[in-house]
């Protein structure tokens, strides 16, 4: 029997076994990733979807940059590129204007990563405190953060020119579903619902 399956597909298959980790797991069942699926994001879509963008985007890049010989914590990869914007979630009600909510989302992201993991470790929470460098002065101090800060602007990019339907998070899902990956139960059915 031939092997169907794409290069692309076998790749987005490892994304999506690193997002449906145990890590993944527990922060998709936290209250903010809950709200997190319904509140609009740069104009065009959802903190979660942002959310899910950034993390694939990050491990696309862990992965080019382990097969060119760099090591990188796959692990607070994935930790620091799904918690760096719950600290968003309930933006309206808590931040007076766009400034306030620039300086100190980062800050409330690391609280609420600290919540779903109360051991949460320094790499982790450098990035997620520094991913909005350098629209704030201190930038990341370790290689994760530096990857997480570039996913983040490539995704707010997208979103924010080309829109929803081309944002990597829909994306990403959008082919997981076309290819019936994204059927499951448990973290799945938040893949599944996201955006
Ligand atoms: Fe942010
Ligand atoms: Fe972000």
New binding site residues.
């Given amino acids: 029997m031939f092997n169907t399956m794409t290069g692309r597909h076998r790749r987005n298959l490892r994304l999506l076994d690193d997002l449906e980790s145990r890590t993944g797991r527990k922060i998709y069942c936290s209250d903010y990733f809950t709200t997190a699926l319904s509140q609009t ?1 740069h104009n065009q879509t959802t903190v979660a979807v ?2 899910l963008g ?1 993390a694939v985007t990050s491990l696309r890049i862990y992965y080019i940059l382990k097969a060119l010989g760099f090591t990188l914590d796959k692990e607070s990869l994935l930790k620091s590129s799904l918690c ?2 719950l600290g ?1 979630v309930g933006r309206n009600e808590k931040f007076e204007n766009n400034r306030e909510c620039l300086k100190q989302h980062p800050v409330d992201s690391v609280i609420a990563a600290r919540e779903i993991f109360p051991d949460l470790d320094e790499r982790t929470e450098d990035a997620i405190r520094h ?1 909005m460098w350098p629209c704030t002065l201190l930038p990341p101090h370790h290689r994760e953060g530096f990857v997480v800060t570039v996913a ?1 602007k490539y ?2 990019a997208i979103e924010g020119v080309a829109g929803k339907f081309y944002c990597p998070g829909s994306r990403f899902l959008r082919a997981m579903r076309q290819d019936n990956t994204v059927t499951g139960q448990d973290a799945g059915s938040v893949l599944k619902t996201a955006g």
């Fill in positions: 994001h942002h959310t950034v760096h914007d968003i991913h983040d995704c707010a």
